[in-house]
């Protein structure tokens, strides 16, 4: 099976998203080589991104790959219709702006996605808004946010807010998963980081679950970045985290 991700069925191996979070094109093309027959698609971040520029999401897809472009766009409408447009020609599949942008924002880089897609002949990407940051709790909310809101409140009015303009789904943690598909309804894509498999270490994320408790929970699709890259054997790691999607 050879799913778009989000445009179909699909096998659990094309539900993860595998986070490229290295500073070398060359080793990020390397773990693409030995992972693509193994993941649904290759997230390019800021770190990746900022180094080797566009030329990085040319690479990967010459290899067959699908990318993920999570730069998380947050400006004004037309800086970020236009940052949109870019994204969609260079053939991403996927890529990320801010739901805090608000709705004109999102309506404008949803807009200008389609159009391009169009122009293009080609399917248009799917637009994720980033509700929370898995790296925020309600610690940091109360504190340097300055907001007695839950992190669960502000998820779910995030989404909500996204899906009425227009975007196709949300990145969120899979513990708002099951509210925001509530919310949103069945055709609405969910992507979760902050994935962990049993006895991983967290790292700088705070808002964590398991694979098969994300799928569980209502996510779409998972993004894994350290659990994969740094494991001795990366594609047993990815094979691991594909078994246990199908058993969520």
Known sequence: MNAIPGQGPYEPRERVCVALDVDRPDR???LARLLREHVGVF????ELF???????????????????????????????????????????????????????MIAAAVSAAVEAAST???????????????????????GALLTE????DIAQHLAVLARDAGASGVIASP????????????????VTPGIRPANAA????????????AIALGADYIVVGRPIL????PVRAARAIAEEIAKG
């Open 50 to 104: 900022t180094r080797a520029g566009p030329s990085i999401v040319d690479s990967l897809r010459e290899l067959g790959a699908r990318v993920f472009l999570d730069l998380k766009f947050h400006d004004i409408p037309n800086t970020v219709a236009g940052a949109a447009r870019s994204a969609t020609r260079l053939g991403a599949s996927m890529f990320t702006i801010h739901a805090s942008g608000g709705r004109q």
């Open 230 to 233: 740094s494991a001795p054997d």
């Open 120 to 142: 293009a002949h080609m399917p248009p990407p799917i637009i994720l808004a980033v509700t929370v940051l898995t790296s925020i709790d309600q610690a940091t909310l109360s």
């Open 149 to 152: 809101r839950t992190v669960l």
């Open 175 to 190: 513990h708002e998963a099951s509210m925001i598909r509530s919310a949103c309804g069945p055709g609405f894509k969910i």
């Open 202 to 213: 967290t790292g700088d994320q705070k808002r964590i679950t398991t694979p098969r408790e």
């Open 28 to 30: 990020a093309l390397e």
């Open 43 to 46: 997230k390019v971040g800021l």
